[in-house]
């Protein structure tokens, strides 16, 4: 299938490494001319230099620079066609109750509003020229809540729902908004997390984690020309782990 995003300029947030870096490398396969940014200068640039993209440092955290970030992008590629919102996630606890009100803001920033202000950066740009793809890299957490994710689980939620009424809103415009969920995917969190044992790899029914191609390319896909008509709704990657339909 041709994706037809050849030529479009596409950001990648929290894209050094992992799923976000994956999602690039497939935009810029399919011909895509992609911008990617992360925390760290060094890491980010050793990042662009292997899939040809622009390097760019944000942090997913600052609200406030989120709008720059956008801005800096369009002025070196041009209008931006694509944005696919990814950043670390915050930290995990057994006990859902240990986090202070701090963290929870700090967690709100990150996966809440930093990636909202991305969204509102780019769209006025993209509902003018009638063609625009919003990607929002979140979750399963925010399906099933993880005992261990409460900071995860709550705040994608209400970024999902955010976006859904986002949605409804630019749809007559040529642009589509969706969020991506993805289970358990082979990257460094998810081993730094542990988890990958063999005892939730036997809660997946496909039997096995998935890998970073499989999550990009169903990214790709909602990111494409041929998906124009899918917007506001959730993609589970997860081989099948969530029970509920
Ligand atoms: N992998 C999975 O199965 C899975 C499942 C569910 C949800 N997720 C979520 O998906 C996101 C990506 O996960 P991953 O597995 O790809 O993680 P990863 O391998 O650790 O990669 C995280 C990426 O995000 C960047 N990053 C981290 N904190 C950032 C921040 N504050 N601002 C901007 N960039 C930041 C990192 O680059 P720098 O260090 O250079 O900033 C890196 O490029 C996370 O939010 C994670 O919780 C992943």
Redesign the pocket.
Known sequence: MDLGIEGRAALV??????????VAQTLAAEGARVAI????Q???ER?AHTIGARAYV?????VDGAAGLIARVERDLGSLDILVT?????PASPDAMSFSAQQWRTAYE??TL?QLELVKAALPGMRRRGWGRILS?????VREPSSV?VL?SSH?AALLAALKTISTQVAGDGVTVNTL??????????R?LG?GSPDRLAEIPAGR??T?AE?AAAAAFLCSAPAAYITGTTLLVDGGALHSV
């Open positions: 947030t929290g894209a050094s490494k992992g799923l976000g870096f994956g940014s992360s925390r760290s060094e890491r980010i990042a944000h942090d997913g955290a600052d990814n950043s670390g996630g915050p990150l996966l930093g890299l979140s979750s399963s957490v994710l995860s994608r969920l993805p289970g358990l995917i082979d990257t460094d969190r998810i730094e988890a984690i998935g970073v999550f």
